[in-house]
């Protein structure tokens, strides 16, 4: 499986982005996709994440803000990301998960300026 993502940039305070995630290969069996970020000096931390039967899952931090979603595609996941905070800088990753391994693309900067 490999990932690729987009979508990062530099933004203002309040503004909004959007990520997106394509995954390609052996895409079957993927049971959850999702993002990650990992700020300087932090651990890298889940953002959000869809797993199977259509459930999601949010970081308490980024709840009624960020949007996970699925493309029409099915190998392509968004993350909507609104009223953005200086504390969402970081470098995000997408991951997905299948048949036990786990798969991760190569990072994506966001920097939110306050």
């Known amino acids: 499986v490999q990932l690729q993502a987009s979508g990062g940039g530099l933004v203002q305070a309040g503004g909004s982005l959007r990520l997106s995630c394509t995954a390609s290969?052996?895409?079957?069996?993927?049971?959850?996709m999702g993002w990650y970020r990992q700020a300087p000096g932090e651990q890298r931390e889940l953002v959000a994440a869809?797993?199977?039967?259509?459930?999601?899952l949010y970081a308490d931090s980024v709840k009624g803000r960020f949007t996970i979603s699925l493309g029409n595609a099915k190998n392509t996941v968004f993350l909507q990301m609104n009223s953005l905070k200086s504390e969402d800088t970081a470098v995000y990753y997408c991951?997905?998960?299948?048949?036990?391994?786990?798969?991760w693309g190569q990072g994506t900067l966001v920097t939110v300026s306050s």
């Open positions: 290969g052996s895409i079957s069996s993927i049971n959850a």
């Open positions: 869809l797993t199977g039967g259509d459930n999601t």
């Open positions: 991951h997905a998960m299948r048949l036990m391994r786990e798969y």
